[in-house]
């Protein structure tokens, strides 16, 4: 029968808007919660991490925010450029260091 | 600095025919996983070493697969024989233990059965 790939959810942002991609984690028990960022062709990228006990902490043009009440990550990107055209998947990393990642949303810049 | 580095970067094989993919970690990275990723699944985890030790190889698809790191500069995915749902790329990602959670990924492996 046809295969059916994933439906990646896509987000279109205007170049110099903010962008804010979401993700919901499943293990309560991880410790570190990741985004990494991939291009066309490329492997995954790290962006920034974030511990489970903290829900906020940023770095250069960007925000990660961690609601462990609702298991909901995102990442905030200021000021979006044409290069932030990617695929952003988060990340748990649970016990002795197994790392998996969410299905991803690609973000689309639009000049 | 180098980074993660695979090897090949592309092979196209016949079903049947055995696959090997290298890899070599970041120096000094004592975790090391390999990845699938598919348009059917995303980005799977198959199988992770600490310390040149296999932790957790739940991921593994079947006994076709296996996977090995003889040192702690070297590691192999290996499928024997390739079907055609095998194609996707193969990534290899390193990390040192205790810190973050941060891989540091290779450019991949895309591998093609026919």
């Known amino acids: 029968g046809e295969s059916v790939g994933l439906h990646l959810p896509t987000l279109s942002v205007q170049e110099g808007d903010n962008s804010i991609i979401n993700c919901a984690y499943s293990?309560?028990?991880?410790?570190?919660f990741i985004w990494y960022k991939q291009e066309s062709g490329k492997g995954p990228q790290f962006i920034i991490d974030?511990?489970?006990?903290?829900d906020k902490r940023q770095g250069q043009r960007v925000t990660v925010l961690l609601n462990k009440t609702v298991k909901h990550l995102s990442l905030q990107i200021a000021a979006t450029q044409p290069g932030d055209s990617a695929v952003y998947f988060c990340?748990?990393?649970?016990?002795?260091?197994?790392?998996?990642f969410g299905t991803g949303t690609k973000l689309q810049v639009i000049p | 600095d180098a980074g993660v580095i695979q090897s090949p970067r592309h092979e196209v094989t016949e079903m049947g025919q055995e696959v090997t993919l290298r890899c070599k970690p970041i120096?000094?990275?004592?975790?090391l996983f390999w990845y699938r990723q598919t348009m059917m699944r995303g980005l799977e985890l198959l199988i992770y070493?600490?310390?040149?030790?296999?932790?957790?190889d739940s991921g593994m698809p079947e006994d076709r697969f296996s996977a090995k790191m003889p040192n702690a500069s070297f590691s192999t995915l290996k499928i024997q024989p390739s079907e055609p749902r095998d194609s996707a790329v193969y990534f290899c990602?390193?990390?040192?233990?205790?810190?973050?959670?941060?891989?540091?990924f290779g450019e991949g492996s895309r591998l093609t059965v026919l």
């Open positions: 990340a748990e990393k649970g016990g002795y260091q197994k790392v998996t």
């Open positions: 990602a390193s990390s040192q233990v205790q810190v973050t959670g941060e891989l540091f």
């Open positions: 974030i511990r489970s006990n903290m």
């Open positions: 293990n309560s028990a991880s410790d570190y």
């Open positions: 070493f600490n310390n040149n030790v296999p932790i957790d």
């Open positions: 120096s000094g990275h004592n975790s």
